[in-house]
């Protein structure tokens, strides 16, 4: 059974970082292409970035480029998201998600951790 759990979230002022996890089980992080989203209430889910399985190459949504990393660690089976220039703006639930080789959506879904940015 495949879970994902996302951790680190909490409250910042603006300005500030924050690193996000997404710990897996059931699947490797190494075989799948990890997304990270985010999602404001009322609005739709919108993708900040995703690292890829076989060689770690990493793209980003242009919301976040520059200010958010995605990294992983394969040993621990874990991927992460640091955010640093944290706007108010940034403020919403982030999600991890995995999607399989040669799928075209991402299957598995975390539950989600709030990110809370003040001004």
């Known amino acids: 059974q495949v879970q994902l759990v996302e951790s680190g979230g909490g409250l910042v002022q603006a300005g500030g970082s924050l690193r996000l996890s997404c710990a897996a089980s059931?699947?490797?992080?190494?075989?799948?292409?990890m997304g990270w989203f985010r999602q404001i209430p009322g609005q739709q889910r919108d993708f900040l970035g995703a690292i890829a399985g076989n060689d770690g190459d990493t793209i980003y949504g242009d919301s976040v480029k520059g200010r958010f990393t995605i990294s992983r660690d394969i040993a621990k089976n874990t991927v992460y998201l640091q955010m640093d220039s944290l706007k108010p703006e940034d403020t919403a639930v982030y999600y991890c998600?995995?999607?399989?080789?040669?799928?075209?959506?991402?299957?598995?879904w975390g539950q989600g951790t709030e990110v809370t940015v003040s001004s």
């Open positions: 998600a995995a999607r399989a080789p040669r799928s075209g959506h991402f299957a598995y």
């Open positions: 059931g699947l490797a992080v190494s075989d799948y292409r």
